[in-house]
Every structure is written in structure tokens, then in C-alpha cells.
């Protein structure tokens, strides 16, 4: 709500997690309403990682989300998928996948609908990293590490070094 008591957006989430010795396992599941734009999102996730040792661990994820415009009733679905190895504090290998079917229920035409890469990030003396990519990426917010900035859609081969100070 504003301070005019307008409710501009609404939202409800819920988790299950289990944690093993060597297993985290997560399953969500969140309800969002945009009342300005009058967009409804729905998106269910299935998240997962594995210890194999101190050091080497695996991770699944696989999420889901609905969106659906009530003002011109549009919807569509996306897609993502990510398979992720991880030697810690070294190195970690992902591959990931992403689809959207928006806009083809209305018959518009979209560059891409599905796009898929690879990345290794490597890190050295605890300030520095690097990180190749491959593939194609969709473009919006990108997350990585607990940072998030907004990417044009790309094509082709990224190198990404990294100092922080």
C-alpha cells in the first residue's frame, strides 16, 4: 500500500526445505499480483544441491512461472533450468537453459524463445575472477554470487574479469 492506502502490489510464498548431511533440498511456490500493471505471477521451483565433499557439490535447479495479464488476458510460461558443479573456493562449471512462449499466443514475432549456455568461473587469490561463457542468454536481471544487474540479450563468447577492491 502507498500512503493513500492504494495496494500497488500483493504477494504470497511458501518453502519446504530439508537438509541432510549432504543434501539440501528446497520446493517453493509463490503467488504475486502487480495491481499496477494487472499482471498475476505464479511460479513453482524445485531447487537442490548435493555434497560429494567439504569441497565439491552439485546443483539442480528447475523453476516454472506463469504470467498472466488481466487486462489483455495474455499469458505465457518461462522456463529455466540449471545444472551446476562447484569446487569451492576455486572454480564452478553451470550450464543453463532458459524458454518463453510469450508472444506466440498472440502471433508476434520474438528473436528466440530458448537459449542455453555454458559458464566457468574461476577465482583466484580471493579478489579476482574469471568467467567464460558460451551460448546465448536471455536478456533481463541476472543474478550470480548474490549480485544481480540487468544484461542485453547476447550471442557468442563473454570473458568476464573481475577485481574487487
Not at 111 to 126: A, D, E, P, Q, V
Not at 139 to 147: L, M, Q, S, T
Request: hydrophobic share 30%; with cysteine.
Amino acid at each position: 500500500y502507498n500512503h493513500r492506502n492504494v495496494r500497488y502490489f500483493q504477494e504470497f510464498y511458501s518453502e519446504l526445505t530439508y537438509t541432510g548431511q549432504t543434501i539440501e533440498l528446497h520446493a517453493a511456490a509463490d503467488w504475486a499480483y502487480d495491481y499496477t500493471s494487472r499482471t498475476e505471477n505464479i511460479t513453482p521451483l524445485i531447487d537442490g544441491t548435493y555434497n560429494f565433499s567439504q569441497r565439491d557439490q552439485i546443483h539442480l535447479s528447475l523453476q516454472h512461472q506463469h504470467t498472466k495479464n488481466t487486462l489483455n488476458k495474455g499469458e505465457y510460461d518461462n522456463e529455466l533450468f540449471l545444472a551446476e558443479y562447484s569446487r569451492s573456493p576455486f572454480m564452478s562449471a553451470a550450464l543453463v537453459t532458459e524458454y518463453t512462449n510469450k508472444n506466440l499466443w498472440r502471433n508476434l514475432s520474438m528473436k528466440r524463445h530458448f537459449w542455453i549456455y555454458g559458464n566457468l568461473t574461476f577465482n583466484f587469490w580471493h579478489n579476482q575472477q574469471l568467467s567464460l561463457l558460451y551460448g546465448s542468454r536471455r536478456e533481463g536481471f541476472i543474478c550470480v554470487g548474490g549480485v544481480c544487474r540487468r544484461e542485453p540479450e547476447f550471442e557468442g563468447v563473454e570473458i568476464r574479469l573481475t577485481n574487487r577492491f
